[in-house]
Nanobody, 112 residues
């Protein structure tokens, strides 16, 4: 079965950086589009970044230029490098594979 396991969440100061990781299994990873989504308290879950099997990427306007999604098909891993973090980036971050597969999430808190 499809499994997605996120890691890397933590408390980070504004302006700091962090890399999130997602370990995937149970499907043909190299052929799959992978997403990072996030949900802040009281808000709807939103798409943050996407990477296709051909490594094309798409970003939400709010993170463009600060976040970078990447993948390692040999390891079945997808990453989210987050730089210049802001308090409004505070959220639970989820790895996602369409149509409706989700990891358990990892908490990122940006605060001084």
């Amino acid at each position: 079965q499809v499994q997605l396991v996120e890691s890397g969440g933590c408390l980070v100061q504004p302006g700091g950086s962090r890399r999130l990781s997602c370990a995937a299994s149970g499907f043909i990873f190299s052929m799959s589009t992978m997403n990072w989504c996030r949900q802040a308290p009281g808000k709807q879950r939103e798409l943050v970044a996407q990477i296709t099997s051909g490594r094309s990427t798409h970003y939400a306007d709010s993170v463009k230029g600060r976040f970078t999604i990447s993948r390692d098909n040999a390891k079945n891993m997808v990453y989210l490098q987050m730089n210049s973090l802001k308090p409004e980036d505070t959220a639970v971050y989820y790895c996602n594979k369409i149509p409706d597969y989700w990891g358990q999430g990892t908490q990122v808190t940006v605060s001084s």
